[in-house]
């Protein structure tokens, strides 16, 4: 379904009974809320479950330009006001999670519990010029010139060599998201600088991240979990970037887990 919110139009799929509370899952980076397909049965066990495609992506509007942490947050604020919801358990993976701290920094009210999953909190000098080549090949080439060296990131290379049929979906989001959005997501995340305000959070959070995760790796979520007061963390074995689908059952225990209590 798609919905004018925050100036735009975004897609967004709402799914479940009206008398259960919300869970809100933000996916990553060059993917969309397909993402979640394999959170969904046992989410929607105990929850309506909002999914959603950030903007530059899926079916949501992409507009040119840089976008920042902050616009993204708001665009899931407007998104929450539409459609008349006050308060969410948000789920963030990679650049969803990024969207959660903003959210739990400046929105915290809107939140009922924060789970961020293979994220991070800060992006270093050193990692600047890793985001703006990335920028400059999609730019210049297209998303096909970064599908490849994505989902070695994404996937350990023994779950890729099994050939899943989950990946072949992640692996056409990618090529799919517009290069505008690419980028403008892009510009948001390589200024992401969150990382001494998390002690500000203090809504209920669980942290979950891929032992073999390259890009926001487990000492990212170590920094994270140092710094939100009674957050909890949990390492999934054999998993990399995208451990919600790599680990799916390891990833919903730990999610459920953690909604339910």
């Known amino acids: 379904m798609q919905i004018e919110a925050n100036g735009l139009r975004v897609n967004y799929e709402l799914s479940g009974s009206d008398d259960l509370p919300v869970a809100m899952l933000s996916h990553s980076l060059a993917s969309g809320m397909i993402m979640w397909d394999p959170q969904m049965d046992v989410l929607q066990s105990n929850f309506r479950v909002l999914r959603y495609d950030t903007r530059g992506h899926g079916g949501t509007d992409a507009p040119g330009g840089a976008y920042t942490l902050e616009g993204l947050a708001a665009d899931a604020v407007a998104l929450l006001d539409v459609l008349e919801i006050r308060t969410v358990h948000f789920v963030g993976l990679s650049m969803g999670g990024m969207i959660g701290q903003c959210l739990a920094l400046a929105h915290a ?40 060296q994505t989902m070695e990131r994404w996937f350990t290379a023994p779950y890729l060599s099994q050939n899943p049929p989950e990946v072949e979906p992640i692996r056409r989001q990618i090529l799919a998201t517009p290069v505008a959005g690419f980028s403008g997501c892009s510009e948001a995340i390589r200024r992401l600088d969150y990382l001494e305000r998390l002690s500000e959070i203090s809504i209920p959070t669980r942290i979950i991240v891929g032992e073999h995760d390259p890009g926001t790796p487990v000492a990212a979520s170590e920094a994270m979990h140092a710094r939100i007061g009674g957050s909890s963390l949990v390492v999934l074995e054999d998993a990399a970037h995208l451990s919600n689908i790599e680990q799916k059952e390891a990833f919903n225990r730990a999610l459920m887990d953690f909604l339910t209590a």
């Open 109 to 148: 009210d809107r939140l009922k519990s924060l789970t961020l999953c293979d994220t991070s909190a800060q992006i270093p000098d050193e990692a600047q010029p890793v985001w703006k080549e990335r920028i400059a090949a999609a730019e210049s080439g297209g998303m096909q010139t970064l599908v490849a």
